[in-house]
């Protein structure tokens, strides 16, 4: 089966919470350089961030990220967990996921686009009408 999305649902840890949350790791082919992460704040109402991929992957590496988003594997509670801050005016969370859950995920976006050949599916001109309104 060729999709052009990829989902991945998880229970995740926030703010080292004991109760697990209910969060979704999204990737569109029309949106390659980005992957979204979201969360169940109630039963319908999803939280949602939109991220660099490339922020992603660099992050099984080492610590990353300078903006809203920053992944920090030293905040993370055991070795096996991948810990993402997010932070804006509104609050601040520390999310740990399980590694392998991160990886199983981007290898299933570079499935649907492959590192490299974001370009290809990028459509600028789709961009700018959505940003203008025209």
């Known amino acids: ?3 052009d999305s990829v989902q991945q649902h998880q229970l995740v840890t926030l703010n080292g919470n004991g109760t697990p949350v209910l969060a979704r790791l999204s990737y569109q082919a029309a949106q390659p350089y980005a ?3 979201a969360f169940q704040a ?11 991929r490339d922020l992603l992957t ?3 590496e080492g610590p990353v990220g300078e903006g809203d988003v920053r992944v920090r594997p030293e905040f993370a ?3 096996e967990l991948y810990a993402v801050e997010i932070e804006s005016p509104d609050g601040y969370a520390l999310v740990e ?3 392998e859950d991160v990886e199983r995920f981007l290898t299933a976006t570079a499935a649907v686009v492959p590192y490299g ?3 290809d599916h ?3 001109d789709a961009l700018i009408r959505e940003l203008t309104g025209v």
Not at 42 to 52: C, D, I, L, M, S
């Open 77 to 79: 509670s055991a070795e």
């Open 122 to 124: 990028f459509d600028v």
């Open 35 to 37: 992957v979204s992460l």
């Open 1 to 3: 089966m060729i999709t």
């Open 97 to 99: 996921i399980h590694r």
């Open 42 to 52: 109630e039963p319908g109402r999803w939280v949602e961030w939109t991220f660099a």
């Open 117 to 119: 050949e974001e370009e």
């Open 58 to 60: 660099a992050g099984l």
